[in-house]
């Protein structure tokens, strides 16, 4: 063992020196391996970066949420046109809803606008106004840095107040201050009451609850458009999720009945869940993660091919210096152990230029707001590939070079 | 005492279709602390006898006893660590690891030998001190003349103390003076109690030399003593 371990140092001290007498060379060896690597560890915090992004945007969501709706998030059951079809579910279905549901935590309807909002000279545009009433913020996890969510008085009011996602409140108040102040949306007066904490994830797009704006439902009939077209959300919370499943049995009842199904009717209006969310969500990510460790590898493999035929020269160019090792007595497997830990070295180096350009690349991607880390694993994940990739990549030349014949080595020029 | 015994070995290569006997039938004995040249013309056979008695290659038929052990068997494996331990080689070509300094040049076979660091800096050290080089150690090949690159190749040879000092025309690359000067080094190698086998076609450089053996065709034309031994730089005693 002792012995082993000697050699092992040794074949490294000489693959080191070989290294430095190459220096041009080797750069451009491992050009290769630090692409590949860099692709690899980038593309690997990426998708870990989404992967985090979805379930953080999901779980803002709230868990033990229902969403009736007339359409189904995901079902590939129900052609679109069927859903397309479906009566609009309407205020008076939310009312009677609340009036029979009583299970759920909390119930809260929800109609949506997409309008631009306007503080003096800034605005942002196509922000999801959430219409609703006051107790929506029961059916949520919504926290607030600065104000309150509006209030049963103003609620039942219809009154011109405004809740602002962190997003949209930073991009009109830069500088704080936005309790209130007034706000323009499509043209109307709208006073600030509450600015959110910032909670959701750049993936839910325009549902990310950093970028929409909570205002009582009224105002959606009131400005924007007809109580007569459009469908409510109802959006329902369970008190816990074991009651997830019985509050949505409730809720399918209750709405059959509303809706005055027969017993041989299908449901009109669908129960939406996270939970479909989520596995579409792990099917999509499951995809780029394929797709992606495909093209990284294909990198990778270019960079091995790469090595191996840079070692495949320096065996046939270092022919007599084998020979001369040979003759001073180096085994096979030490000319082996050589070649291989040279080439192994030279991915490692690689490998770890590689990291720091990932490293790099992932601080200049995080500026665009894209949630990528170089975390540890990374770190083990760019050294245990270009190791295996230097070893895999070595070994057919450095067992040519060990086969090698001294006599015909030395005679070599 | 004998420490090479070779016994009716051939060596037949494949050409073609056609066997080239680069040798034929050779037997010779060599003992301890003999200076020995082998001489022959081109294609006499002397460079693939040396490759057999530097344990570089095997021969095709006959025995070849090291010391004892019976060589012509030997896999890859075990001949290099013969090769490592028993023999040192000195190349008319010198064959030194351009890339690395004079000092790590004469480390190397200790290295392969598992010889501990600074035990192996010490009689590396030594062993170019032995050869008036202790000054070049970490000059490199380029960085060195004809000559003492040859005596890095001879310290090189002897850090191992090895059986034989096997060297193939030393002094071909060299010019009269210098080659002087290795010969000379030769002789104080033999002096000191090492076996010499010098393969040469200069007879010049074989006088120097107790004994010539001579090849033709791959059969020892004559193997016999020599009466005037030069001495190196011109002085003739004995």
Request: proline content about 3%.
């Amino acid at each position: 063992m002792k012995n082993f371990l000697f050699e092992v140092k040794e074949g490294l001290i000489i693959s080191l020196k070989a290294i430095r007498a190459n220096k041009a060379r080797s750069v451009l060896t491992t050009l290769g391996i630090i692409i590949g690597v860099a692709s690899v560890v980038l593309m690997s915090t990426a998708i870990k970066g989404i992967n985090q992004s979805f379930q953080k945007g999901v779980a803002s969501l709230g868990s033990d949420n229902l969403y009736i709706d007339k359409w189904a998030w995901f079902n590939n059951d129900i052609p679109w046109w069927e859903m397309r079809n479906r009566k609009d579910i309407t205020m008076e279905d939310y009312k009677k809803y609340k009036e029979l549901a009583k299970l759920p935590l909390a119930i809260a309807p929800r109609v949506n606008a997409f309008r631009t909002i306007k503080y003096e000279d800034k605005s942002v545009q196509s922000i999801a106004m959430t219409g609703t009433d006051h107790n929506y913020i029961n059916t949520t996890n919504l926290t607030f840095s600065e104000g309150r969510f509006f209030t049963e008085f103003e609620s039942k009011g219809g009154r011109a107040v405004v809740v602002l996602g962190s997003e949209i409140a930073k991009k009109l108040f830069p500088f704080g201050g936005a309790i209130g102040e007034f706000v323009k949306i499509g043209g109307y007066k709208f006073k600030v009451v509450g600015v959110l904490k910032e909670q959701g994830s750049w993936v839910m797009g325009s549902w990310n609850p950093d970028n929409q704006a909570y205002f009582p439902f009224q105002n959606v009939f009131k400005y924007f458009r007809s109580r007569h077209r459009g469908s409510v959300t109802i959006e329902v919370r369970a008190p816990n999720s074991q009651m997830v499943e019985a509050v949505k049995e409730e809720a399918i009842s209750i709405m059959r009945r509303i809706r005055g199904l027969k017993y041989n009717e299908k449901d009109d209006f669908a129960i939406n869940q996270q939970e479909g969310l989520l596995s579409n969500i792990n099917k999509t990510v499951g995809v780029i993660q394929i797709a992606g460790l495909l093209i990284t590898g294909l990198a990778l493999f270019v960079g091995a091919i790469g090595i191996m035929n840079i070692m495949f020269v320096s065996v046939k160019e270092r022919t007599k210096e084998i020979g001369i090792r040979k003759a001073i007595g180096a085994k096979r497997r030490t000319i082996l152990g050589q070649f291989i830990s040279e080439a192994a070295i030279i991915c490692l180096i690689g490998g770890l230029i590689g990291l720091g350009v990932a490293i790099i690349g992932s601080m200049i991607i995080a500026q665009f707001d894209f949630p990528v880390t170089v975390d540890a694993d990374a770190v083990i994940l760019a050294v245990s590939i270009s190791l295996i990739t230097g070893v895999l990549s070595g070994f057919a030349p450095a067992y040519t070079a060990s086969k090698l014949d001294p006599v015909d080595a030395l005679r070599y020029e | 005492m004998n420490i090479i015994n070779i016994e009716h070995i051939a060596k037949i290569y494949q050409v073609g279709t056609e066997e080239v006997h680069a040798l034929a039938d050779v037997s010779i004995r060599i003992d301890k602390n003999e200076y020995v040249a082998i001489m022959g013309p081109s294609g006499s056979g002397k460079s693939t006898l040396m490759n057999i008695l530097g344990c570089l290659d095997t021969p095709t038929k006959g025995l070849y006893d090291f010391k004892g052990q019976n060589v012509s068997q030997m896999n890859d494996n075990e001949l290099a660590s013969i090769r490592n331990r028993e023999i040192g080689f000195v190349f008319q070509t010198f064959n030194l690891l351009a890339r690395s300094d004079a000092l790590h040049n004469v480390e190397l076979p200790l290295i392969y030998a598992g010889v501990p660091t600074a035990e192996r800096r010490e009689r590396a050290q030594a062993a170019l001190e032995n050869v008036g080089l202790a000054d070049r150690m970490r000059h490199k090949p380029n960085e060195l003349s004809g000559g003492q690159r040859q005596r890095v190749a001879v310290a090189r040879a002897l850090v191992t103390n090895p059986a034989i000092i096997l060297a193939d025309e030393p002094t071909g690359n060299l010019d009269t003076k210098t080659g002087e000067d290795i010969m000379a080094l030769f002789q104080e190698i033999n002096s000191s109690g090492n076996t010499i086998i010098l393969v040469t076609h200069e007879e010049y450089i074989a006088e120097h030399a107790e004994r010539i053996i001579r090849l033709r065709d791959g059969l020892i034309e004559k193997d016999e003593v020599v009466k005037e031994r030069l001495v190196p730089n011109g002085n003739k005693h004995f």
